[in-house]
T-cell receptor, first 115, second 109 residues
Framework: KAGVTQTPRYLIKTRGQQVTLSCSPI?????VSWYQQTPGQGLQFLFE???????NKGNFPGRFSGRQFSNSRSEMNVSTLELGDSALYLC??????????????FGPGTRLTVL | DAKTTQPPSMDCAEGRAANLPCNHS???????VYWYRQIHSQGPQYIIH???NNETNEMASLIITEDRKSSTLILPHATLRDTAVYYC??????????FGSGTQLTVLP
């Protein structure tokens, strides 16, 4: 079974631009979560989608948004990019939206650099 | 979800067992203990998780104390490729995984 795939793997943007990142979950997985990883803040949760609905959201400004399609693929968008948005953006998928006993599997991430 | 405490770093000789401790003294009855690892600049990799009983899979063993206040991840025969940051996460009602600082495990030749 193929793992979680993320595109693009690397991206360079300038301040003020917007960016869209894509995630394809493991086949059959319906839940997709997004995380941001920076050297200063570590791994932080952005949001989770299940069956095209946002189920949970982390503490990030409204510039960060996402969506999920009927085939469970997900995109996240960051508008008006700031230098501090430079990070590794990680997508994780899981089979269901059950809490507790429900492992998440991560993709390789998209490395975003904002100049 | 309960917080966890892990040592910031550990070394292990190649071929020996690596025992990574984690304290979670405030864990509640319905919270699971998860372990992930992250090799430099890659996505975190799921290793194992458990509730009360010890668990074993092809990668590792998870030993949870009877009072569930601490656990140990055991890599039975560490290799250089096991060098990574290991995260112990307690997860119950929260939908997301909350990552701490983890333990940097360095496997030495």
């Amino acid at each position: 079974k193929a793992g979680v795939t993320q595109t693009p793997r690397y991206l360079i943007k300038t301040r003020g631009q917007q960016v869209t990142l894509s995630c394809s979950p493991i086949s059959g997985h319906r839940s997709v979560s997004w995380y941001q990883q920076t050297p200063g803040q570590g791994l932080q949760f952005l949001f989770e989608y299940f069956s095209e609905t946002q189920r949970n959201k982390g503490n990030f400004p409204g510039r960060f948004s996402g969506r999920q399609f009927s085939n469970s693929r997900s995109e996240m968008n960051v508008s008006t990019l700031e230098l501090g948005d430079s990070a590794l953006y990680l997508c994780a998928s899981s089979l269901s939206d059950r809490v507790g006993d429900n492992e998440q599997f991560f993709g390789p991430g998209t490395r975003l650099t904002v100049l | 979800d309960a917080k966890t405490t892990q040592p910031p770093s550990m070394d292990c000789a190649e071929g020996r067992a690596a025992n990574l401790p984690c304290n979670h003294s405030t864990i509640s009855g319905n919270e699971y203990v998860y372990w992930y690892r992250q090799i430099h600049s890659q996505g975190p990799q799921y290793i194992i998780h458990g509730l009360k009983n010890n668990e074993t899979n092809e990668m590792a063993s998870l030993i949870i104390t009877e009072d569930r206040k601490s656990s140990t991840l055991i890599l039975p025969h560490a290799t250089l490729r096991d060098t990574a940051v290991y995260y112990c996460i307690v997860r119950g009602s929260a939908r997301q995984l909350t990552f701490g600082s983890g333990t940097q495990l360095t496997v030495l030749p």
